[in-house]
């Protein structure tokens, strides 16, 4: 492909806040019909080049390059235009609007006939192997969904250039075999195609070339097919990381008698229903263990987890029994939950995971002071820093200035915060939600080692994940949830990726 023209290049790009780069002097190219893959940790400038390509990001310095014209856009409805359009990782929809309404902002009539719109969408979300209902509030959706009706938004713009920032991270293995047999018919088409990812396998698997940024400088592009994961992830990260390989545990099984402190049950869920979502649904989790839940997109992991902390409610008859330490318990709000040590971490950070104008030693020291045992009504400078500088270290939080607002940060390392915030709450149960979506590869370890360190505490652990590898590393029990219900327990020891697929599909 050395020989295509370049549809759109940066020169020199370079980008700074209150002084500090966070792209420094970077030169990227794309060629029509080509998806190229941009990688790099938490802070490595990955997002704002693509915001800047976007649209969203001026240049401070530098040239950008479209189609052989040099352009400048003021804002994203210029470059969308222009054939420029992008898949943020946290999306960009109005969420009072219907999918339909959603997917003809920008491209409004005068009078609206929402008939057709609204078979316009549908046969926009029919083509792309999507499933969602048009006349559907996207409030009403999960993350999964949201993201698809962002594809589908990008596509029916006709764009020449589409990026797309962590767009499987929300997505079944079935789905992002859909997406990547799109990229591929995009690909066929002409569509220029960014992709950010943390998953390295797909972004060796699918790009014909590959960019690396780190400490906002581009250290490497090249094309896929000479590269293996082990030299993208030095090429990331500059030093050697040890891969993901079953995490270290320093007690026994909970099933081990000899050790009672981890025998005990903390949460027992019998039965638990809500509407169609959640069905029966029955498990527990014991002290001094980490229970994984796998599961498919709509298998009811996120739903019981929010019955269980208070966020939702599950049915006011036959709606099951919940027990913490023997006891029923039923919140009306997550409040209540909080004081009775019980944490949920949620895996819709940006929606409600964190205060997103606070910076992100305030987010972390609002956690502790959430905690009943401290002092609520006393604001100590002192203590926020220590607190704070405790979790900042023990997580690998990162960000240009520790006074940004946490808006302003990575991805990667606005997760660790609201990990941060929740685990600074001293919990007795800790529900995490997809604990590493849109975390480097770098920094996983990090939290996985977090996580076992509460249950080498003495806390009950439970880990929604999509990420199949996660759930085999850092579980004592895997858990398998299908239709609202568990329809599969087995010991880690036991379980592998192929085994929970064939649970969690058949």
């Known amino acids: 492909m050395s020989e295509v023209e370049p549809i759109l290049k940066i020169v020199a790009g370079t980008k700074t806040y209150g002084g500090v780069h966070a792209i420094e002097g970077v030169d990227f190219d794309l060629r029509p019909g080509e998806i190229h893959a941009l990688l790099g940790e938490n802070g490595a400038g990955k997002s704002t080049l693509c915001k800047i390509i976007a649209g969203a990001v001026q240049l401070s310095s530098g040239e950008y390059v479209l189609a052989g014209e040099p352009v400048s856009f003021a804002a994203p409805g210029e470059a969308l235009k222009a054939g420029v359009a992008m898949v943020y990782q946290e999306t960009s929809l109005v969420p009072s609007m219907t999918v339909a309404q959603n997917l003809e902002l920008g491209m409004e009539k005068l009078v609206t006939d929402f008939r057709k719109i609204n078979i316009a969408a549908q046969q926009s979300q029919q083509s792309l192997n999507f499933n969602v209902d048009p006349l559907a509030l996207v409030e009403t959706l999960g993350t999964a969904k949201r993201q698809m009706v962002e594809i589908a938004r990008a596509v029916r713009h006709d764009a020449r250039v589409i990026i ?10 079935e789905e992002i075999q859909h997406l990547f047999h799109l990229f591929n018919r995009l690909r066929a088409q002409g569509v220029a195609i960014v992709f950010i990812s943390h998953a390295l396998e797909e972004a060796l698997e699918m790009a014909d070339r590959i ?40 007690g026994e099984s909970p099933a081990a008698p000899e050790t009672p402190h981890v025998h005990s049950r903390v949460l027992t869920v019998e039965n638990v229903t809500m509407g169609s979502v959640v069905k029966n649904m029955s498990f527990s989790a014991y002290a001094g263990e980490v229970v994984g839940m796998a599961g498919l997109v709509g298998a009811g992991r996120t739903e019981v987890a929010q019955i269980i902390c208070g966020a939702r409610k599950r049915n ?29 971490i949620t895996e819709d950070r940006k929606l409600d995971g964190f205060f997103e104008t606070m910076t992100a030693d305030d987010n972390i020291y609002l956690g502790h002071l959430a905690s009943p045992k401290n002092r609520r009504w006393l604001y100590s400078r002192k203590e926020r820093k220590q607190v704070s500088d405790r979790w900042v270290e023990a997580l690998g939080i990162s960000a240009l200035k520790r006074s940004l607002k946490i808006i302003e940060y990575s991805g990667g390392n606005q997760q660790k915060v609201v990990v941060a915030k929740s685990l600074a709450q001293d919990p007795k149960v800790v529900i995490f939600d997809e604990p590493t979506r849109g975390v480097d590869v770098g920094a996983i370890p990090q939290i996985h080692r977090s996580i076992r360190e509460l249950a080498d505490r003495g806390m009950a652990v439970i880990v929604i994940s999509s990420y199949l590898p996660e759930i085999l590393s850092i579980s004592d029990r895997v858990l398998v949830a299908r239709g609202g219900r568990i329809v599969e327990e087995m010991a880690s020891s036991e379980a592998t990726e192929e085994k929970i697929m064939y649970a969690a599909i058949h």
């Open 164 to 173: 797309f920032d962590e767009p499987t991270a929300s997505l079944t293995p």
């Open 316 to 344: 006011f008859l036959r709606g099951g029994l919940i027990l913490l330490n023997g006891k029923p318990i039923r919140y009306r709000v997550p409040r209540q939950a909080v004081r009775d040590g019980i944490v949920y």
């Open 211 to 250: 960019t690396v940024l780190r400490d906002g400088k581009l250290v490497h592009t090249g094309p896929a097919k000479e590269l293996e994961r082990e030299s993208v992830i030095r090429l990331m990260v500059g030093r050697e990381v040890t891969a993901m390989n079953k995490v270290e545990l320093t």
